[in-house]
């Protein structure tokens, strides 16, 4: 009988390591790359913000003067001390509109969202589907009815009708986002509550509401942006009284001509709470949107 012989395992190349210093290089050139796109996204809002403080002769000088005196003219002028419309009653209906709009948009979405991913209802991808295809009809479409309803009601110049038109249109797409976060919730949780003899309302205000947090925070901060910055709806539907931000900084481009420096100045200030709620939240707002990603 004779002896077989020892089966050999063919060897397999080894892979050469990479070496360190190509790693960081490479690492670096990344690293290079982001810092120059987030500059270059910075610059528009970074030469805004310069030629606010420029005079208007200044501002309108072409090439565009760098070493020109700096003042405070152009927020002067926008906060009425020369004699001015001051802009105060426009900032303060914007963050009216906006917070209540989004208030409402996170109460009627959350109950929503949850019946369709943690207790879906049948056929919910045509629900959801609904709830998309709402936000493809133009703007435009709807604003004659709009406005003919709001004049034969006598909501014109009403900031509360901003405020249901905010809520109306944020809807559809706050339930889509909602809807993807809170099907990342475990349902184990639910259940354990619900066997502690938790009811509904109390399962989404202290079981969900904390899981979903990220989610909820990119939510309304979405739906806060998107109320502050419309400008079709107010600048139709609004005159004096219910006048917005927006509203109140077309009011700068006049026949006299484009005051460059003062736009500038109203543009930096209206922009401010937007970015001091990105900034706040964004934390949350990266969080919540990369909420269920990764699986």
């Not at 990220?214 to 939510?219: E, K, L, R």
């Not at 942006?225 to 219910?242: K, P, Y």
């Not at 005051?259 to 401010?272: E, G, Q, R, T, Y």
Request: aromatic share 10%; charged share 10%.
């Amino acid at each position: 009988m004779s002896a077989t012989a020892p089966r050999v395992r063919p060897v397999r190349p080894v892979r050469p390591v990479r070496p360190v210093r190509t790693r960081l290089t490479r690492g670096a050139g990344l690293g290079l790359v982001a810092w120059l796109l987030g500059l270059l996204f910075f610059l528009p809002i970074a030469w805004m913000a310069l030629t606010s403080f420029h005079s208007e002769s200044d501002a309108a000088t072409n090439p565009p003067s760098f070493g020109a005196a700096l003042t405070l003219d152009g927020y002067r002028d926008f906060f009425g001390t020369g004699g001015g419309a001051s802009p105060w009653p426009a900032l303060v209906n914007s963050l009216v509109a906006s917070l209540v709009s989004t208030l409402c948009v996170l109460l009627l979405a959350f109950p929503a969202a949850y019946a369709l991913s943690i207790r879906p209802v049948k056929k919910w991808t045509d629900v959801l589907f609904f709830f998309l295809s709402t936000k493809m009809l133009p703007v435009v479409a709807g604003l004659l009815p709009i406005y003919l309803f709001a004049k034969n009601t006598g909501m014109l110049d009403n900031i509360w009708l901003l405020v249901i038109l905010y809520t109306s249109m944020n809807l559809p797409i706050a339930v889509w986002m909602m809807q993807s976060f809170l099907a990342e919730v475990p349902v184990a949780v639910i259940e354990a509550a619900q066997i502690d003899g938790a009811k509904l309302p109390t399962i989404l205000a202290r079981v969900v509401a904390p899981i979903a947090l990220p989610g909820i925070a990119a939510t309304a901060l979405i739906c806060f942006i998107f109320s502050w910055n419309e400008l079709l709806f107010a600048r139709v539907l609004t005159g004096v009284v219910a006048e917005t931000a927006p509203v109140f900084l077309t009011g700068f481009i006049t026949s006299q001509g484009l005051f460059l420096a003062k736009v500038c100045a109203a543009s930096l200030v209206i922009s401010l709470p937007v970015l001091a709620a990105g900034f706040a939240a964004q934390d949350k707002l990266v969080q919540g949107l990369s909420l269920g990603a990764v699986k």
